[in-house]
């Protein structure tokens, strides 16, 4: 079964400082993951997803993440932290069928002026 | 381009009344359809998911039910609420076959006092 732990169900960071959302993942297979955010009372919006290929993968909104697999881990980070980009960002992964998504908890993200 | 439609956005029903949410998709053909509730505070939980019309997989038991009566609708009932059943309703839609990345509606926030 596959399944994702994000450390810190809040971060608070300044406005222009590093964003760093960490997310570990357990999965049977070779995973796929993807990171998604969600600002308040929208639908989830993707931002990246790993897929096997390279394992830096950049998405959208200056974010990225990097796939390690002797730390199954999937972080996202931003060098510097906008306002906007407070929201609250989930880290989920696929099952070997393709056909369902598991999400972490969320972590909500704040950025201070 | 693909959209998805998802409607109410909000809904205040009392308990023990029904209820039916409405999801649609536009652009793709046999999509794999989900209805995931997200309760405060609290992360995604799949509710069902969809890969054909008539095909329906629940995840969790409860009251809660869903219906696929055509290729891009998908429809979530219930025929007496509970007050458990608040929450923010998001359905989501990906490609058929393989990981893919899943795409979100606006969610619909029900309240059930």
């Known amino acids: 079964a596959q399944s994702v732990t994000q450390l810190g169900s809040h971060v608070s960071v300044s406005e222009g400082a590093l964003v760093l959302l960490r997310c570990k993942y357990s999965s049977s297979v070779p995973p796929y993951l993807f990171w998604y955010v969600q600002y308040p009372n929208q639908g989830l919006q993707l931002l990246l997803k790993?897929?096997?290929?390279?394992?830096l993968v950049k998405g959208i909104n200056g974010f990225e993440a990097e796939f390690k697999k002797s730390e199954t881990s999937f972080h996202l980070t931003k060098p510097s932290a906008h306002m906007s980009d407070a929201a609250e960002y989930f880290c989920a992964v696929s099952d070997s069928s393709g056909s369902r998504l598991t999400f972490g908890e969320g972590t909500q993200l704040t950025v201070n002026p | 381009s693909q959209t998805i439609h998802q409607w109410p956005a909000t809904l205040v029903q009392p308990v023990g009344s029904p209820l039916s949410l409405e999801c649609t998709v536009e652009?793709?053909?046999?999509?794999?359809l989900y209805w995931y509730r997200q309760a405060a505070g609290r992360g995604l939980q799949l509710l069902f998911y969809s890969v054909g019309i008539g095909q329906i997989s629940s995840e969790v038991p409860q009251n809660l039910s869903a219906s696929r009566p055509q290729d891009r609708q998908f429809i979530l009932s219930s025929k007496k609420l509970l007050l458990s059943d608040s929450g923010f309703y998001l359905c989501a839609w990906s490609r058929a076959g393989g990981r893919s990345p899943l795409h979100f509606g606006n969610g619909t926030r029900l309240t059930v006092t």
């Open positions: 790993y897929t096997s290929a390279a394992t």
């Open positions: 652009g793709t053909s046999n999509p794999n």
